[in-house]
T-cell receptor, first 111, second 116 residues
Framework: GESVGLHLPTLSVQEGDNSIINCAYSNSASDYFIWYKQESGKGPQFIID?????DKRQGQRVTVLLNKTVKHLSLQIAATQPGDSAVYFCAENTGGFKTIFGAGTRLFVKA | DVKVTQSSRYLVKRTGEKVFLECVQDMDHENMFWYRQDPGLGLRLIYFSYDVKMKEKGDIPEGYSVSREKKERFSLILESASTNQTSMYLC???????????????FGAGTRLSVL
């Protein structure tokens, strides 16, 4: 079946460094991708999204890159801070109600 | 800000009990969702609803039912709780309809259910 997966289940970075979280998707019909952040004790929160007609989108300290050729999505966090420690989920949507979530990557930020 | 409120943060029930998980959203969203979250498996969709009294099965509906009598409230029901239903349950809502490119979901804080 279709799936969204992650290359690395955990990522540990030094405070101040940049973080890159990767995600592979398999549904070539997906036209919209979202990154969510889930902090301990909370539900996932929307971070940034990108449509399939774009390659890159920037937010505040975060950038999402989409490579449709290899069905790859990444989230880049600049100058990672302790508050960025969380589980990050990529998700894909094909225009319907359902969103397919990846398994998540846990980001640890070392002070 | 969108607020999605789940009635309980922690719940402990016994095998065979009927369990109700309640979710309320305050942004007049049309769509509401119930997921369960288990380590390594991500979020799996149990049921969703795109309108009052409407419901659709998700990927893992077995052992669950739902109720949407009012637009702001979406209930998940475990008719006879089993130990394999021990999990974190997340409710979400969204406002955009089918066919549109975006479907940003807003989540509650979750209910951690333990079935003994």
């Amino acid at each position: 079946g279709e799936s969204v997966g992650l290359h690395l289940p955990t990522l540990s970075v030094q405070e101040g460094d940049n973080s890159i979280i990767n995600c592979a998707y398999s549904n070539s019909a997906s036209d919209y991708f979202i990154w969510y952040k889930q902090e301990s004790g909370k539900g996932p929160q929307f971070i940034i999204d990108i449509r399939s007609n774009m390659d890159k989108r920037q937010g505040q300290r975060v950038t999402v890159l989409l490579n449709k050729t290899v069905k790859h999505l990444s989230l880049q966090i600049a100058a990672t801070q302790p508050g960025d420690s969380a589980v990050y989920f990529c998700a894909e949507n094909t225009g319907g109600f359902k969103t397919i979530f990846g398994a998540g990557t846990r980001l640890f930020v070392k002070a | 800000d969108v607020k999605v409120t789940q009635s309980s943060r922690y719940l402990v029930k016994r095998t065979g009990e009927k369990v109700f998980l309640e979710c309320v959203q305050d942004m007049d969203h049309e769509n509401m969702f119930w997921y369960r979250q288990d380590p390594g498996l991500g979020l799996r969709l149990i049921y969703f609803s795109y309108d009052v009294k409407m419901k659709e099965k998700g990927d893992i509906p077995e052992g669950y039912s739902v109720s949407r009598e009012k637009k702001e409230r979406f209930s998940l029901i475990l008719e006879s709780a089993s130990t394999n239903q021990t999990s974190m349950y997340l409710c979400a809502s969204s406002t955009l309809g089918q066919g549109q490119a975006k479907n940003i979901q807003y989540f509650g804080a979750g209910t951690r259910l333990s079935v003994l």
